[in-house]
């Protein structure tokens, strides 16, 4: 059973699956946050895709005899060529739009020429596999090869010094382009010595639009996601409810050079000397502010309740923010990220009253998994802690205009890349 | 005439698709085990109590059985094998 929003998107996926013939029944959405009587009512009402009574759906979909269809399921090739038909300029345009390949803005035709000269910008051989990738956790996974992303780097603009980076981000296997009704988007954070080789902004404007690489890398990592991965196309492979502008591009460098602390991927293990990219999945809330001498405790505590509980924050600091931090006692990001932790207090019944917290985070509440099991036993106006401290991502970013920061979801799961592993 | 540019598909590979048979279907309901499997989206639990209800008010020779899942979104074997162990039917609900 599924709301008829996801009729086209259980269609798809039945028939990925050889069985198009998949016995479903629809009602309307949504089911979140109906009463018990509008429940109901979705029961002994129509099937909102099909028609006819829904629960006639449901025993005839359990008791309707099987026909040949039914029997033999489907089974087909996908594959295509690995060059389309010569076409013109103009033509090839209309068409890479119209299979929904780009992003609706301009692409860099990928010729093979441009692609040879992309290729140049790693080692690895053109038909290695790089990954696979899926939009979501309940579609097929697609395979694709470093050509692959090399043509997907070609049409986002990229130069082939930028391969290595995006190539790490594509072998992640966590997509740019998630369908969650969310609309997420990934979040990618660059560091060590190839920010500087390839000329990436760690300054101002550090987040856009005002650098080829961080604009083309971000452009890229998300084309590819798309094309790769079996397709972003709303109502089947995408169900962003309102969409994402980060999905566009999001790609920055850390301002490691004027960082208090460590630089982020040093703190996760890696040597200064290696260069790595942190994918973070999220983009849902961004918050703006600045570190004031009175009042930095309460704008912080105000800025983490307006976080939604499911994904921690990126809490990125221009240098003068991050200074001004540790002349109040956080000399180290791991003593940051604690307080900010400790200081991330909603009460339990706001906690608790989320579509997301409700569908993942509740059955390992059940689990007696901890935190959660504790919050889950808390008294509705008792304060509970948001996020754990693996939850908050803090790091350096920006051109020292102002002591301003940046509060925005995103969730590190055990995605910092290598790049010098794809040069 | 404009110049025509030859250029590669964006596209990644996908897996083959084999087709898969449905499960054999029952000639009636009455005085079977139907299987009703809580997804675990927000409010799912309060959707599948109705239909739990329905079957009660009005097919109450059906032995309704509820389970679900450990973790949303996990395959979890120990309830497919519950199940097939004693189960003839299971509807799933509701994904979003």
């Known amino acids: 059973m599924h709301t008829h929003v996801f009729a086209r998107l259980a269609r798809s996926v039945a028939r990925a699956n050889g069985m198009p013939t998949t016995r479903q029944a629809f009602v309307p959405q949504p089911v979140v946050g109906r009463s ?16 006819g009574p829904f629960m006639q759906r449901v025993i005839e979909g359990l008791t309707n005899p099987l026909d040949d269809e039914d029997l033999a399921g489907l089974s087909f090739d996908r594959s295509a060529p690995a060059l389309l038909e010569p076409d013109t300029e103009e033509t090839l345009q209309r068409l890479f739009v119209e299979e929904r390949w780009t992003d609706f803005l301009p692409v860099v035709l990928p010729t093979e020429e441009r692609v040879e000269a992309m290729l140049a910008g790693t080692s690895h051989a053109r038909d290695e596999v790089v990954g696979r990738m899926r939009p979501t956790a309940f579609r097929e996974f697609w395979e694709f090869t470093v050509e692959k992303v090399a043509v997907n780097a070609v049409m986002a603009g990229a130069r082939p010094e930028y391969l290595p980076v995006i190539l790490a981000a594509m072998a992640s296997g966590m997509t740019a382009r998630s369908s969650s009704t969310t609309s997420f988007a990934t979040i990618a954070m660059v560091n060590g010595p190839i920010r500087n080789e390839i000329a990436m902004n760690s300054g101002t404007g550090a987040f856009g639009p005002y650098n080829h690489a961080n604009a083309t890398i971000g452009r890229a990592y998300s084309m590819a996601s ?14 962003g409810s309102q969409g994402n502008s980060y999905a566009y591009s999001a790609a920055f460098a850390e301002n ?16 200064p000397t290696d260069s790595t ?27 983490l309740r307006a976080c939604d509980p499911f994904i921690g924050p990126i809490v990125a600091l221009d240098p003068i923010a991050a200074n001004k931090l540790v002349d109040f006692g956080f000399d180290t990001r791991e003593k940051l990220v604690d307080w900010l932790a400790e200081n991330s207090l909603l009460p339990a019944r706001e906690y608790w ?21 504790t919050h889950l036993k808390a008294e509705p106006d008792e304060a509970v802690q948001m996020f754990r401290p693996q939850d908050i991502n803090v790091v350096v970013v920006g051109g020292e205009t102002g002591g301003t920061y940046k509060m925005l979801a995103g969730s590190l799961r055990d995605s910092i890349v290598r790049i010098d592993d794809w040069r | 005439m404009a110049e025509k540019l030859t250029v590669h598909d964006p596209r990644g590979y996908p897996p083959q698709v ?16 139907l299987y009703l499997v809580d997804c675990l989206f927000d409010n799912s639990e309060a959707f599948v109590d109705q239909l739990h209800a329905w079957f009660a008010e009005h097919m109450p020779g059906v032995n309704i059985k509820r389970i679900a899942p450990r973790e949303s979104w996990v395959d979890d074997p120990e309830m497919c094998a519950a199940i097939q162990a004693d189960g003839d039917a299971a509807v799933l609900a509701v994904g979003l």
């Open chain 2, 18 to 33: 084999t087709g898969k048979p449905l499960a054999p279907r029952l000639q009636s309901l009455e005085d079977r085990t």
């Open chain 1, 36 to 51: 018990e009587a509008e429940l109901r009512a979705y029961v002994d009402g129509e099937d909102a895709v099909n028609g």
């Open chain 1, 226 to 239: 798309q094309n790769l991965q079996g397709g972003s196309v709303p109502g089947e492979t995408y169900m």
């Open chain 1, 277 to 303: 990219v942190s994918l973070f999945l999220g983009g849902w809330y961004t918050q703006f502010g600045t570190i004031r001498d009175d009042t930095w405790q309460e704008r912080f505590r105000g800025a």
């Open chain 1, 256 to 271: 490691e050079e004027r960082s208090p602390w460590t630089p982020f991927h040093v703190q996760h293990g890696f040597e």
């Open chain 1, 353 to 373: 009253d989320n579509q997301w917290m409700q569908t993942l985070v509740r059955p390992w509440a059940v689990l007696g998994q901890e935190p959660y099991a």
